[in-house]
């Protein structure tokens, strides 16, 4: 599926179940509320925490979980996300082509 296809499909999903898109400050506290679940499954399973019993495990789905909202909040105020991608793969190379390979704290030991 490209993020075009993603698109259009999350704003089919919220015109046939969802009713209608929350609003944009709503969906900002979603998506901050997703980006904390997804921080805690990463801290327990890549961290020093450890699980609770019956914790959701998988990265996967908080994950999914934030695209979904990011996906939301695109659709509703008219970001085209490839194209916005796009430009911030410009952007990174520009900025970043020699900057990650000349600094000496991401050599390999």
Same mark, same amino acid.
């Given at each position: 599926?490209?993020?075009?296809?993603?698109?259009?499909?999350?704003?089919?999903?919220?015109?046939?179940?969802?009713?209608?898109?929350?609003?944009?400050?709503?969906?900002?506290?979603?998506?901050?509320?997703?980006?904390?679940?997804?921080?805690? !499954?990463?801290?327990? #399973?890549?961290? /020093?925490? @450890? %699980?609770?019993?019956?914790?959701?495990? +998988?990265?996967?789905?908080?994950?999914?979980?934030?695209?979904?909202?990011?996906?939301?909040?695109?659709?509703?105020?008219? !970001?085209?996300?490839? #194209?916005?991608? /796009?430009? @911030? %793969?410009?952007?990174?190379?520009?900025? +970043?082509?020699?900057?990650?390979?000349?600094?000496?704290?991401?050599?390999?030991?």
């Amino acid at each position: 599926m490209t993020i075009q296809e993603a698109q259009e499909r999350v704003d089919q999903w919220i015109k046939s179940y969802g009713v209608r898109y929350f609003n944009e400050l709503t969906n900002m506290a979603c998506l901050t509320e997703e980006v904390g679940e997804l921080a805690r !499954v990463m801290a327990r #399973k890549y961290g /020093e925490q @450890s %699980f609770k019993a019956g914790e959701n495990q +998988d990265p996967s789905e908080e994950m999914a979980d934030v695209l979904w909202v990011l996906i939301c909040l695109a659709n509703q105020t008219g !970001v085209d996300l490839t #194209k916005a991608l /796009e430009a @911030s %793969f410009e952007k990174k190379t520009r900025r +970043d082509r020699d900057r990650h390979r000349n600094n000496i704290k991401l050599k390999q030991e």
